[in-house]
């Protein structure tokens, strides 16, 4: 089976129904000045209005420095905690956007728009539904 495959949803009838797609944004937290990086957040606001206005947007947002992360595993029934990001890497997670699109065309479209991806990595994952979660709030 396909990437492609795995990335749209069949309703009643054979029907396409749009799936959700996480789209991580990924950069090194050091690629943007300041003046840089207050810009990215007015187009990335700006990119959520659109994806409202079109349907297409569930929720978004920026994450704070990797330096604020705590790391949470558990072993043998401890928990034990870490201080700063799970690993060392050269692209940190800086954000994230959940959308609604028809296809993983559609995804890749929307992830171009992204401010980001000029500079990092927009990584697309379908969201898998399972039963039993809650009813997302509106």
């Known amino acids: 089976m396909s990437i492609r495959e795995l990335s749209v949803r ?4 054979g029907t396409l129904i749009n799936m959700k797609y996480m789209l991580l944004v990924y950069l090194d937290e050091h690629a943007l ?5 207050e810009h990215c ?9 659109d994806l409202s206005a079109s349907g297409k947007y569930l929720s978004a947002g920026p994450l704070h420095p990797v330096a604020t992360a705590t790391s949470v595993r558990v072993r043998n029934g401890k928990r ?3 201080d700063g990001p799970f690993a060392e890497t050269r692209e940190q997670l800086g954000g ?3 959308i609604d699109a028809k296809d ?9 728009r ?3 991806s000029k500079v ?10 399972i039963k039993g979660l809650p009813e997302q709030k509106t």
């Open 114 to 116: 992204i401010p980001v």
């Open 104 to 112: 993983l065309d559609d995804a890749m479209s929307i992830a171009e």
């Open 96 to 98: 994230y956007y959940l």
């Open 10 to 13: 069949l309703g009643s009838g």
């Open 33 to 37: 000045n300041e003046t840089e990086r």
């Open 80 to 82: 034990l905690v870490t």
């Open 120 to 129: 990092g990595t927009i990584e697309i994952r379908p969201v898998l539904e």
């Open 41 to 49: 957040y007015v187009e990335s606001a700006q990119l959520a209005r």
